[in-house]
């Protein structure tokens, strides 16, 4: 598993293999997470169009979160590699900042 790319505060992007995942941040006072796993389509338009695709993609499920309920994956960070690959994610980024 490792993370792909993100967009803070709203969604993250893994990949495991042919697999891709996005994780959306949900909610205003209190905040959740969804995650499911990208259809076909939803992985070719994310190769076409990069993360203008996944950002409009998060907008519909932030907005209507109950129509990605049947594809949400239920315990997604309990998933072998899922935390590891979060964490060394944030450490590339966090080192990113410290040298801009």
């Given at each position: 598993?490792?993370?792909?790319?993100?967009?803070?505060?709203?969604?993250?992007?893994?990949?495991?293999?042919?697999?891709?995942?996005?994780?959306?941040?949900?909610?205003?006072?209190?905040?959740?997470?969804?995650?499911?796993?990208?259809?076909?389509?939803?992985?070719?338009?994310?190769?076409?169009?990069?993360?203008?695709?996944?950002?409009?993609?998060?907008?519909?499920?932030?907005?209507?979160?109950?129509?990605?309920?049947?594809?949400?994956?239920?315990?997604?960070?309990?998933?072998p590699g899922v935390e590891e690959a979060?964490?060394?994610?944030?450490?590339?980024?966090?080192?990113?900042?410290?040298?801009?």
């Amino acid at each position: 598993m490792k993370v792909v790319e993100e967009s803070p505060w709203s969604w993250m992007l893994l990949a495991e293999g042919a697999e891709m995942f996005l994780s959306v941040v949900c909610g205003t006072v209190a905040v959740h997470e969804i995650e499911f796993a990208l259809a076909p389509e939803e992985i070719e338009g994310y190769a076409r169009e990069g993360k203008a695709f996944l950002d409009r993609l998060a907008e519909r499920v932030i907005g209507m979160p109950g129509t990605f309920g049947a594809r949400r994956i239920p315990d997604f960070h309990d998933r072998p590699g899922v935390e590891e690959a979060i964490a060394a994610w944030r450490k590339i980024a966090d080192a990113a900042k410290g040298q801009g």
